[in-house]
């Protein structure tokens, strides 16, 4: 079964996306709202945003995966279809502990959907393949 994030989370990148369209910013409550709903990586994804470190690399097959460049400057291969990143913060907090949602890496890229802010990159269907198979990291 496919995993689907709360209905108030969805909700929340809706109106984060609307808003964002009308006002190129996110009002202070909506910013409080993703605060309350992620918690302590609502910001650091904010920062991720905010550095562009996030990109949505794609395939002719319709493959997806994000690739974000965390604080640390390592690069972590993302897939947001169910909801996975092979940070520390995500084994640990999200999958050990049940404490989060998200790591900061996952609802980055989703926030730079919803913000329109993404950076795009199209690869072929061999590079796809080595990326998901976690041999190597893309050279762009």
Not at 22 to 37: H, K, S, T, Y
């Amino acid at each position: 079964m496919r995993y689907i994030l709360p209905a108030v989370a969805k909700q929340l990148f809706t109106d984060i996306k609307e808003t964002y369209e009308e006002n190129a910013q996110i009002p202070d409550d909506l910013l409080i709202a993703l605060r309350f709903v992620f918690g302590s990586c609502a910001l650091q994804a904010l920062d991720l945003v905010d550095q562009c470190a996030v990109t949505c690399v794609s395939s002719p097959s319709g493959r997806k995966a994000f690739q974000v460049v965390g604080g640390s400057g390592r690069l972590y291969t993302c897939f947001i279809s169910c909801h996975y990143c092979p940070c520390p913060a995500f084994t640990y907090s999200v999958l050990r502990r049940n404490e989060g949602l998200l790591c900061k890496h996952i609802l980055a890229a989703y926030l730079c959907q919803a913000m329109g802010v993404i950076q795009q990159e199209t690869v072929s269907d061999q590079q796809m393949s080595t990326l998901l198979c976690g041999t190597a990291a893309l050279d762009t």
